[in-house]
């Protein structure tokens, strides 16, 4: 009994191993795509950005752009 009890341990940990080592694999194309799926629409902002802060505003719109500058300077 405590054979088959071992070697049903052993047979789960085994599986459980190979799981984590494919998930393993896949980490860095993961962390690939979510890093450019959080990048482009940071970029796409930033560009936008710089385009209208050299933009004739008025003194809202220019305080605005004033908020935008520094929260994407950290990314840039």
């Known amino acids: 009994m405590n054979e088959n009890l071992n070697e049903n341990l052993k047979k789960i940990v085994l599986e459980r191993t190979q799981k984590l080592k494919?998930?393993?694999?896949?980490?860095?194309?993961?962390?690939?795509?979510?890093?450019?799926?959080?990048?482009?629409?940071?970029?796409?902002?930033?560009g936008l950005v710089d385009l209208v802060k050299d933009a004739p505003l008025n003194s809202e719109q220019s305080k605005l752009i004033n908020y935008l500058i520094p929260s994407h300077q950290q990314f840039g």
């Open 22 to 46: 494919f998930q393993n694999t896949q980490l860095p194309e993961y962390a690939f795509v979510n890093a450019y799926k959080l990048r482009s629409p940071l970029a796409s902002t930033m």
